[in-house]
């Protein structure tokens, strides 16, 4: 059982940054993909970023191209979202999420391409 932590999430004019964290409870990255998922006010989950268990591919959201960027680091087993030139549709609660994958460069992109969830922290962008 993988269990993931959120944190990092606040309140943020725009224009600024944040940088959100997801603590694993194992050491997960040898054996999934790691992602950030957004869910905004009256809207559907949606994928923001995400990075394969090598940490050889890397894929962003339309959305948050060239704002938006996702890291790991294997010794704290924990994956980063660095958030910038936020706005306020930026505004949701983002969820951590692991996905098993058998292959070393495979990043989901969908909500259902994702196994275990984190329980979510709210970024609020205010304009």
């Known amino acids: 059982q993988v269990q993931l932590v959120e944190s990092g999430g606040g309140l943020v004019q725009a224009g600024g940054s944040l940088r959100l964290s997801c603590a694993a409870s194992?050491?997960?990255?040898?054996?999934?993909?790691m992602g950030w998922l957004r869910q905004g006010p009256g809207k559907e989950r949606e994928f923001v970023a995400g990075i394969s268990w090598s940490g050889s591919s890397v894929n962003y959201g339309d959305s948050v191209k060239g704002r938006f960027t996702i890291s790991g680091d294997n010794a704290k087993n924990t994956v980063y979202l660095q958030m910038n030139s936020l706005k306020p549709e930026d505004t949701a609660v983002y969820y951590c999420?692991?996905?098993?994958?058998?292959?070393?460069?495979?990043?989901?992109?969908?909500?259902?391409?994702?196994?275990?969830w984190g329980q979510g922290t709210q970024v609020t962008v205010s304009s």
């Open positions: 194992r050491r997960t990255f040898s054996n999934y993909a």
């Open positions: 999420a692991a996905a098993r994958s058998p292959s070393s460069y495979v990043v989901p992109t969908t909500t259902h391409g994702y196994d275990y």
